[in-house]
C-alpha cells in the first residue's frame, strides 16, 4: 500500500474481505466488506472488463419524484453481481488520498478525492472507513488533505 502516512493503514484490513453488498443511500455509496465499509460521498467509479459499471455521479440522474428511482440504484441492481462476493486482492491510497481496491475478478473500485480548494466552504469529508458492529475500532474520515481517525463512542 502507498501512502503519505500510517493512519491509512486500517484500509489493508479489506484486503482479502469479500465485497458483501453495495448500496447507496441518497448520494453516498456504501461499499460493505464483511465487517468494514466505507462510505463515499466524493466521485467514485466501479470498472470490470474496461466497462464503467457506476459512478457516484449516477446518483444525479433520476426522475425528480423518488431519490431512489435514479442511475445509481439501477445500476447497483444492474451490475452488482459482477463485483458483489468477490474478495478483495489489493488496497492502495495514493499521496492524494485516493483510494482504488481490486477485486479477485479484477474489477476495480476506484474513489477519487474530488474537493479542491475550499476558499467558500468547509473541507468536506470524501471517504468514511469503519467497522459498524464495532465501536471500539477506529474510525477514519478522509478529507482531501488527509484523514482523521478517532474511536466512536459506545452505543
Given amino acids: 500500500m502507498t501512502s503519505v502516512n500510517d493512519i491509512f493503514s486500517p484500509v489493508n484490513q479489506l484486503i482479502g474481505q469479500t465485497l458483501t453488498d453495495l448500496g447507496a443511500y441518497h448520494d453516498v455509496l456504501i461499499l460493505r466488506f464483511g465487517e468494514y465499509e466505507i ?3 466524493c ?3 466501479i470498472l470490470h472488463n474496461r466497462e464503467i459499471l457506476l459512478t457516484t455521479q449516477d446518483y444525479q ?3 425528480k419524484e423518488d431519490y431512489r428511482h435514479n442511475d445509481m440504484y439501477l445500476n447497483i441492481a444492474k451490475h452488482g453481481a459482477a463485483v458483489i462476493g468477490q474478495r478483495v486482492r489489493s488496497v492502495d491510497v495514493t ?3 485516493d483510494l482504488f481496491v481490486v477485486l479477485e475478478n479484477d474489477a476495480q473500485i476506484e474513489v477519487f478525492c474530488s474537493q479542491g480548494s475550499h476558499s467558500f466552504s468547509e473541507e468536506e469529508e470524501q471517504w468514511f472507513f469503519y467497522k459498524p ?3 471500539s475500532y477506529p474510525n ?3 478529507y482531501p488533505s488527509g484523514a482523521e481517525k478517532w474511536i466512536s463512542e459506545s452505543e
Fill in 61 to 63: 440522474s433520476w426522475d
Fill in 133 to 135: 458492529k464495532d465501536s
Fill in 95 to 97: 499521496p492524494t488520498n
Fill in 43 to 45: 466521485f467514485a467509479r
Fill in 39 to 41: 462510505h463515499v460521498s
Fill in 140 to 142: 477514519m474520515a478522509v
